[in-house]
Every structure is written in C-alpha cells, then in structure tokens.
C-alpha cells in the first residue's frame, strides 16, 4: 500500500520531514481543544453523554501527543539520524490514528444514535475540516496520512451510509471520494513542496521554456483580464492584430481593436459582431474570420473564471481544401461542368417544383437532352488520351457556348453529357436546340497540332406535366439517344412512345436470353466458306441462333448487343466453341471451323481457357479452328487482344479479321496482330457488276492482304456474276455467301461439304479426261 519514507528519501530530508511532524505543537493541541470543545457542546445540545466522553477523550489525546512532542523538542534529532527518526514517525502516526480515531468515532455515533442536525453537521464539518488539515500539515509522511484517511473515511461511511437518509448517503459517496483523494493531495503536496525546495533552477528553466514555447508555437495566442484588455499576447498574436488594425495592441481593449477593424473593413461586420459575442458570453467557442487579404483565421475562445484566452489559428489550406472537395464532389475536374450528382440533385428539385405548381403552371414544358459523342473511343486510342481530354473540355465549351444560360449542362462521365431546360422552353426548342447542338460541331477540332471531325448524337426527351421522375426522363432520353446512333449517328431524335415499346420489348429479351441460354436452348448453324478454285468447302463459319416459342426467330443482329450488353456473351462464346469444335470433328480433315469472338469476351472472359478447354473436349486440332475478331474489337480491348491472340497463333490456330472495312481500317493492327486471314465485308461485294470503282476497290483490298501473306475471304457473294468478276479481277482466295449456302443446321452443312466435295472431284475427273483427249 505504500513503503516507509525513510527508503524512498534522502537521510536529510527525511529527517526534515519528521522534524516537521513535531513542529505545530500549539497549532496541534488548539486543534484537539477545539474539537473536545465542539463535541462537547454537541453532547450537551443532543443530551448525549457518549459525546461529553468524545471531547474528553479529544483533550486526553492532545495532552498526551503535547507530551510526546515536548520531549522531541528536548532530545532532539541529528540530521543523519534515520533510525531514531523512525522511531519518533511511530509514535506520531500512533497519535494521529489515536486523534483520527476518535473523529471517526464522533461523527459515526452522531449520524447513526443521536442524530441531531447539530450533531452531525458539526462532526461533518469540523473531521473535513481535519482532513484537509492533515493533508497540509502531516503530507510528508504517507503511513500517516493514509492511518489518518482510513479511520476517519470509515467512521464518515459508516455513520452517513447508514443514517437512512437517502441525501445523506448520496452526500457521503462524494465525501468518501474526497477523503480517498486526500492521500493523493497529500503526495501531490509532497511532490511539489520537495521540487520547490530542491529545484528552484529548475523550475526557472521550466519558466523560460514556457515563455520560448508560447513565442515559438505555430499559432497566436493572446489572454484578456477581467476588463477584456489584452494582458498577454505572443508574436504571432500580434501579427494577426496587425492585420485587423496597425498599433501596439498590448494593454488595450481587444473589443476596440475587433470594432476598428469591422470599422475599416479588414474583418467583416458579421464575423466581428460573432467573436465579440463569443467572448462576452464567456461559454468559449469557435469563429472563423474572413481576413481582406483573404486568409481565413480561425479563433478559438476559451473562458475561465473572468480570464479569456483565445487562440489564433491559420486555416487557409484548410479552407481552401474544404472548397476543392466541395467542388470536387459537385462539379466534373475535367470539364468545369456541374456532375451526374449535383445534376440530379438540381433537376429533381425542379421537377419537385413542377409537381407542386404543375396546376398553376399547365403549359409549362421542360425538356432533357442527351448528348454522346460518337466513335470517341476511336479518338482516344489513335490520337492519345490528352487529346481525348482536351476534346471532352471542347465538347463542354461547345455546348455551352451554343446553348447559353438558359440551360443546364453537366457532364454525366465518360463521352456523355445532359443538358435540361425547364421554363419557358417551346415545342420548337426541341428541333432547335438540338440542331443548334449538332451545328456546334461541324467545324473540325484543332488539338495539339491535329485537325479531326467530331459528330455528336442527341437524344431528346419533354415534359409537361409531373408525371416522371428524372430516371424515367433519362431512360427515354436515353433510348432516343440509341435510336440516333441506329440511324447513323450524327443526329438527333426526340422521344416517342413507340421507342417505350422498343424499350420494353428489349428488356423482355434480356430477361428471356438469360433464360434461353441458362437452358441451353440456342442453337447453332454454319455458312460454308468455299475455296475459289477448287470449289470445295474449306471452313464453315459457326453461327448461334434464337428460336424464341412465341416471338419466334430473333435475329443476331437484335440479340448478340443484348448479350454483349449483359455480359451473356462469353458464356454464349463458350457454347459456340464447344459445341462447333466437336461437330467439325464430324467433317472432313480438310474443313476448318470458325468461331467469332466478341470484345466482352476479352474484357471478361479468358479466352485463351475457353478455346483449350474446347479443344480438349472435342479433340479438335488446333489448325482446324479458326477465330474470328472485328476491327472495333480490337481496337477497344487492343492489349487484352494482342495478348491472347498471340498466344493462340503460338498453338497454330487461326485468326480472322472479320469485316475488314467497316470499321477503322487502321493497318497498323494488320501488322501487329498474328491475322492469317482477312475476310473483306460484304459492302465491297454488293455493287462490283454495276460500279468499276467497287471492283477496284474490292480488288486493292484483296492485294493488300495477299502482299502481307493472309488469306484473303470476300463475304455476301450471291451471284454468279459476283463470283466470275472475283475470280477474274481479284486475288480473293475464298468466297462465303448464299451462293454457295446459308448458313445450315450441322447435318444440312455436313451433307453440303460431302456434296461439294463430290463435285469438284468429278469436276477435276472431267477437266484431266478432256485434257488428255485433247492431247492425243
């Protein structure tokens, strides 16, 4: 609990320390003649000879411990004499336990049987009274202290615990917390009398350091009196005065200084009004000042007693960041635009408007476009990201600078940007603004020394009464928007109910395809792929088709977006390859299998494992199955792309560029990609008997690919006319089209190779036997 003080000190203070038990002697013996005094006019009063007894006894033990201290002031204590010292400490604590006792024992016998108010508030009062005078006098010895505390904190729980009164006991938890803390007080007390007595250049160095610490610390700091005068301020205090008013501010009132200052401006009225308010109210807080250069000063105000310390902090950076967030969070980086959030958050409160004064305002239309930047990919990847950035900051500029005030632009992410009027806006705006949009755009863009074309589409939706939200307004928008592009791009298209059943109905579709392909219930067809002079069927292309049971066919060209768009693809690529690779098993060694390969697939799916795991199942040599891939695949996923399809030419599988001229025709990927065929779309095909400059064209491609070693496929040949004016003008190795077959169900196409395979056998048969009878 606690260890003797002559192990814990020095022999010479310890000694001070029991000198000084014995030094209030007079002080002493007053103490115990006045509490004999008052517990005896509590007897008296309470008719309590118990009492009368207490004060005798208070009068026989200071007498006694009078005594005892007179013959320490006789014998006397060298300054090295610890053990007659311990001897001495003894006999006091047994004369303050003898003293504490009996206070313990007034006070319990006062609270619990005779139970007078006087009685018990003068045992109360006069025993705190002692301890706080046995925390002061007696701090230099623990064990003295802590006999004392015990005592006389057990006679005070006893006494007021089990008075019955519920005050008093309440009062007593308080009481004992407070004679518990004495012997801390008292070590406290202890602590400090020594540190003054032995540290005294310490405590100046301590003093010197404060004042550095005050002079150094990164903020003002500056302490009013009780009349509000400026009594203490550092160098940073004052230069923040300086700022509010030139002077030397030390002394003077701080509320005239903060008046001046609003007076001339440096601070406004309102924040100065706020701290003085602050600092008069005295419950401290914080105020945050505008300065005229514009930093910002934050005041924090802290009262005590009629003391005031306020404390000055710089947060500009602060501030300035809090506004870069808030920006952040309400407007695009990029563009300066306001974004998706602080558009929604603008319009639904404007359509809320609408909603509450829609009957007062009936005509009132407004009206949601959305602009999409077409082929804004394409710019990215052949011109670089900085270049597609400094576009997306045009496009801002351009719609704003088109649509002025009246308008509410924000850019959504991405390409995309929406722009809402609400407010005086005419079924005309609807054909005007968004022809204004798409003027905006026919000058060329000049970025970083390049010159180029940039086209938008628009999607534009009105509204006239408060029937839908913002998301409804989007959605329409949106499917106008997807109409635009289907028409070409480069235009707009408002809304119309028609494109809500289009909508609807291809949201049936994507619920039903999941389905559809969850049961495994598309199937699968092949267009043959011919080989120009021998006749025969060289590859069949794999083709997956969707029956639906009520709807009824539904064309490729209508669900493979939707599966793209769902993400339904790769699982459909999966089930092509499978299932093509194990019934070209069926055909002839020399027929191949194709399989086309979305771009979601390379951004989803590993293609390089569903192709081997297809493989593997079926057997299939890796020479016999050939994957197709269009240009605008590529182009979105080119490293995801390159990767994989070198790792599939590694294993001798081949690779197509499919519908090569429809997309970007960038040759670069024609040398980067491992391509073994070039397959030329069927738009250089359709016009070659009626337009020279097709055939030309036709025929450059197909060089183009045999000069870099492919083999070069011409799609959509339906005539024979077509086929004669390929195989006269052009390198074209291999023709695919409904001249030689739509695409067929497996046993359809296995009988055609077998079939086609017979006739150019016989053909061959025929043409060596009028040959060799022409020669003899």
Not at 582 to 596: L, Y
Not at 672 to 695: C, G, Q, Y
């Amino acid at each position: 609990m606690f260890e003797p003080a002559h192990k814990s000190l020095p022999p010479v203070d310890y000694v001070s320390m029991i000198r000084s038990l014995y030094a209030d002697r007079r002080v002493m013996m007053l103490g115990a003649l006045s509490s004999a005094l008052v517990a005896a006019v509590a007897g008296i009063e309470g008719n309590s000879w118990v009492l009368l007894a207490v004060a005798i006894g208070f009068a026989i033990v200071g007498i006694a411990r009078d005594i005892d201290m007179r013959a320490f002031e006789r014998n006397g204590l060298a300054d090295d004499d610890v053990l007659t010292a311990t001897r001495w400490e003894a006999r006091a604590t047994i004369g303050a336990a003898a003293i504490a006792g009996l206070y313990a024992f007034w006070m319990s016998y006062s609270f619990l049987v005779v139970n007078t108010p006087f009685a018990e508030m003068s045992s109360l009062s006069v025993t705190v009274a002692v301890l706080v005078g046995v925390a002061g006098r007696n701090f230099d010895i623990d064990r003295l202290v802590t006999s004392q505390v015990i005592l006389i904190g057990a006679g005070m729980a006893i006494g007021m615990l089990f008075d019955g009164a519920l005050h008093t006991a309440m009062l007593s938890v308080v009481l004992i917390a407070f004679v518990v803390s004495l012997r801390k007080v008292s070590a406290n007390i202890r602590a400090i009398l020594l540190r003054a007595v032995h540290g005294r250049i310490e405590a100046t160095r301590l003093a010197s350091e404060l004042d550095t610490a005050l002079e150094t610390m990164q903020h003002g700091l500056c302490m009013l009196d009780e009349n509000g005068l400026i009594a203490v301020a550092n160098d940073r205090a004052e230069l923040v005065f300086s700022s509010f008013m030139p002077g030397n501010w030390a002394g003077r009132p701080f509320a005239a200084m903060i008046s001046a200052a609003a007076a001339r401006g440096t601070i406004p009225q309102r924040s100065a009004s706020q701290l003085m308010d602050t600092v008069d109210a005295g419950d401290g807080g914080k105020v945050v000042l505008r300065l005229s250069d514009g930093q910002f000063c934050e005041v924090t105000v802290s009262s005590r007693l009629d003391k005031t310390v306020l404390l000055f902090e710089d947060i500009t950076e602060r501030v300035k960041a809090e506004e870069r967030i808030n920006y952040m969070a309400h407007y695009d980086t990029l563009t300066g635009l306001p974004n998706r959030a602080y558009f929604t958050e603008q319009v639904e409160a404007d359509l809320e408007r609408r909603r509450h004064h829609g009957d007062k305002r009936p005509n009132d239309m407004a009206m949601l476009m959305i602009v999409d930047i077409d082929d804004f990919k394409h710019v990215n990847d052949t011109l670089g990201h900085l270049i597609g950035d400094r576009v997306l900051i045009e496009t801002s500029e351009r719609l704003t600078r088109v649509l002025g005030r009246d308008s509410l632009v924000a850019r959504l992410g991405g390409d995309e940007y929406v722009v809402y009027r609400s407010g005086g806006v005419q079924l005309s705006d609807t054909v005007t603004d968004p022809e204004a949009i798409l003027g905006g755009f026919r000058g060329p863009f000049e970025v970083e020394g390049e010159v180029f074309s940039v086209n938008v589409s628009v999607g534009v939706v009105t509204l006239t009464d408060g029937s839908d939200d913002l998301d409804a307004l989007m959605t329409k928008a949106d499917l106008a928007l997807y109409k635009a592009k289907a028409l070409g791009k480069g235009r707009s298209q408002v809304f119309h109910d028609e494109m809500d059943t289009d909508y609807r109905y291809r949201q049936r579709l994507k619920a039903e395809l999941k389905q559809t392909v969850a049961d495994g219930a598309l199937s699968l067809v092949f267009q043959p792929i011919v080989d120009l002079k021998s006749k025969r069927v060289v590859s069949c292309e794999a083709l997956a088709r969707w029956h639906h049971p009520e709807l009824g066919s539904i064309p490729p060209s209508l669900f493979i977006p939707i599966a793209e768009e769902t993400g339904l693809i790769s699982e459909i690529s999966r089930w092509v390859l499978a299932t093509a690779t194990a019934e070209c098993r069926n055909w002839p060694e020399e027929v191949s299998v194709s399989v086309n390969i979305s771009a979601r697939d390379f951004r989803n799916a590993d293609v390089a494992a569903m192709v081997k795991t297809a493989l593997a199942t079926s057997g299939l040599a890796p020479h016999r199955l050939e994957i197709e891939v269009t240009e605008t695949a590529v182009i979105e996923e080119r490293a995801a792309a390159t990767k994989i399809l070198a790792k599939l030419a590694k294993q001798g599988i081949g690779i197509a560029l499919d519908d090569f001229g429809t997309g970007y025709s960038s040759l670069s990927y024609l040398q980067a990609l491992p391509f073994t065929k070039l397959k030329i779309d069927r738009s250089f095909v359709m016009d070659i008997a009626e337009n020279p400059r097709s055939l030309k064209l036709l025929s450059n491609v197909a060089q183009l690919g045999k000069d870099i070693n492919l083999t070069v496929t011409a799609e959509g040949v339906e005539t024979e006319e077509q086929l004669n004016l390929i195989a006269t003008h052009s390198k074209v190795d291999q023709i695919q089209g409904y001249l030689f077959g739509v695409p067929l169900p497996r046993r359809e196409v296995s009988e055609l190779i077998d079939r086609m395979a017979a006739r150019a056998t016989l053909e061959r048969v025929l043409t060596v036997g009028t040959t060799n009878r022409k020669r003899g």
